[in-house]
């Protein structure tokens, strides 16, 4: 079922550009500039190492495999209370599909739209503004707080009763450095991000066209079940995907938009033979 959703996104994405008119020749609403964007990208770079290196230098909180009681659980809000102890390797790994298409196949998907190399090579810079700034505003997140995963409060009697496969990926898992990342999700940011983009920028190119439709819904649905399967996976509270789709979500609608042509009336004078002529175009 999920590999038919993908197929869903891809060609609900993809398959419209190829119906629109003057495919090769369309113009982009897009414009770069040195100043503007040597800024973005300086922000974007600046904010995803200075996140890495706190949160490759933060010090992991003494954990004991199954020590926490229901006094430790009564101790998260009452939203995310009783997602403490979920533990579903199989839904943390429906939970990559989706990540991957919004962090790879949707830059895959943006050399579908209109234009020359230029104008697709201002898509991808704007992309990869955005990406960076995203997940550098997770890292930042990670390694300034400590939130343990859903998983890590199965007691003792609880993981002894998981199969064995389950058991093993469990302690595999629970012995990683992460487990006190669970603030905020950033697979459900980038999820967000990557697929909210992609409809923001079809939306752009064709506003008029009936198909955005298609892919807004393709976007929403995309970002919603990636933090659904994060959340039934026991990698993150509800809180956690939520304030990461929203984050993740925000910046792929907002880089766009801070790129976007600015539509107006451009008056212009030149000369003619009867001396000069006036232009008053409206774009």
Same mark, same amino acid.
């Given at each position: 079922?999920?590999?038919?959703?993908?197929?869903?996104?891809?060609?609900?994405?993809?398959? *419209?550009?190829?119906?629109?008119?003057?495919?090769?020749?369309?113009?982009?609403?897009?414009?770069?500039?040195?100043?503007?964007?040597?800024?973005?990208?300086?922000? @974007?770079?600046?904010?995803?190492?200075?996140?890495?290196?706190?949160?490759?230098?933060?010090?992991?909180?003494?954990?004991?495999?199954?020590?926490?009681?229901?006094?430790?659980?009564?101790?998260?809000?009452?939203? /995310?209370?009783? =997602?403490?102890?979920?533990?579903?390797?199989?839904?943390?790994?429906?939970?990559?599909?989706?990540?991957?298409?919004?962090? #790879?196949?949707?830059? $895959?998907?943006?050399?579908?739209?209109?234009?020359?190399?230029?104008?697709?090579?201002?898509?991808?810079?704007?992309?990869?503004?955005?990406?960076?700034? #995203?997940?550098?505003?997770?890292?930042?997140?990670?390694?300034?707080?400590?939130?343990?995963?859903? =998983?890590?409060?199965?007691?003792?009697?609880?993981?002894?009763?998981?199969?064995?496969? /389950?058991?093993?990926?469990?302690?595999?898992?629970?012995?990683?450095?992460?487990?006190?990342?669970? =603030?905020?999700?950033?697979?459900? %940011?980038?999820? @967000?991000?990557?697929?909210?983009?992609? @409809?923001?920028?079809?939306?752009?190119?064709? *506003?008029?066209?009936?198909?955005?439709?298609?892919?807004?819904?393709? @976007?929403?649905?995309?970002?919603?079940?990636? %933090?659904?399967?994060?959340?039934?996976?026991?990698?993150?509270?509800?809180?956690?995907?939520?304030?990461?789709?929203?984050?993740?979500?925000?910046?792929?609608?907002?880089? *766009?938009?801070?790129?976007?042509?600015?539509?107006?009336?451009? $008056?212009?004078?030149? *000369?003619? %033979?009867?001396? $000069?002529?006036?232009?008053?175009?409206?774009?």
């Amino acid at each position: 079922m999920i590999r038919y959703f993908v197929l869903f996104i891809l060609f609900s994405s993809v398959y *419209p550009c190829y119906s629109q008119n003057n495919y090769w020749n369309k113009e982009s609403p897009y414009e770069i500039g040195l100043k503007k964007d040597l800024i973005f990208s300086g922000v @974007a770079l600046g904010t995803y190492f200075t996140g890495m290196h706190i949160l490759r230098n933060e010090e992991t909180p003494d954990f004991t495999i199954g020590s926490f009681t229901q006094s430790d659980i009564n101790q998260i809000n009452g939203f /995310d209370r009783s =997602f403490a102890g979920t533990w579903n390797p199989g839904a943390k790994d429906v939970g990559k599909v989706f990540k991957f298409t919004g962090k #790879n196949l949707v830059p $895959l998907g943006l050399l579908a739209l209109p234009g020359n190399l230029k104008s697709r090579a201002s898509l991808g810079l704007m992309f990869y503004q955005g990406f960076y700034l #995203n997940g550098g505003l997770v890292t930042l997140a990670k390694g300034t707080t400590d939130r343990f995963r859903p =998983f890590t409060y199965l007691n003792q009697s609880q993981i002894e009763q998981l199969g064995q496969e /389950d058991r093993e990926e469990f302690l595999e898992d629970i012995e990683g450095s992460d487990i006190e990342d669970s =603030f905020y999700s950033g697979d459900a %940011a980038a999820t @967000a991000y990557g697929l909210m983009f992609f @409809a923001k920028v079809y939306n752009d190119y064709y *506003p008029d066209s009936k198909s955005k439709y298609i892919v807004w819904t393709a @976007a929403g649905l995309g970002t919603g079940l990636g %933090a659904y399967f994060r959340v039934k996976s026991g990698k993150h509270f509800p809180s956690d995907v939520i304030v990461g789709a929203l984050i993740g979500g925000g910046f792929g609608v907002l880089i *766009p938009h801070l790129h976007k042509k600015k539509d107006g009336n451009k $008056l212009s004078f030149y *000369p003619s %033979a009867n001396g $000069l002529s006036l232009s008053y175009n409206i774009r």
